[in-house]
């Protein structure tokens, strides 16, 4: 079946195209976005976790250490990890989203302000759990420190997190509570 009539593109091509855009619009702007704010991320892992090296610094502080004690790539550690999350994270959330907002309202009757709530929150769910092993490499990359290092890139922790913290399972600690903070926040993002 030919997708170009004299009027245009089909229907289904038009489709076709709209999901590749969603999909790519999505990422990149999940992309952009993060490491927009990449040295904050960093300076608020290390800070949580307690990092022995700047625990003792505040926030502006650290952002100012880490340049002196690790080079400018310093403020950028782990987003690597988060470009390669951060991609299919914002696809499948974005696609998700709109998949979820037609299977509601055609399974479940549900339309207007709750079908929206619902179809973000899943959407979030989805994407979470779809994309938290390479969160977690991120988080563990974001957390070394030159000269401190456990893993040595992102093949590297993904090998050593499945071979010493019990494989598949080792991907997935914490990601409970993630979960139940995402619901909201995707509705929030999305609406």
Known sequence: MDKQGPAGPSAAARRDFYWLRAFVAGGVA???AKTTIAPLDRVKILLQAHNHHYKHLGV???LCAIPQKEGFLGLYKGNGAMMIRIFPYGAIQFVAFEQYKKLIKVQLGISGLVHN??????AGITAVICTYPLDMVRARLAF???GDHKYTGIIHAFKTIYTKEGGFRGFYRGLMPTVVGMAPYSVIHLM
């Open 144 to 146: 070394q420190v030159k």
């Open 30 to 32: 999940g992309c952009c």
């Open 60 to 62: 502006f502080s650290t």
């Open 117 to 122: 709530l619902l179809a973000g929150s899943m």
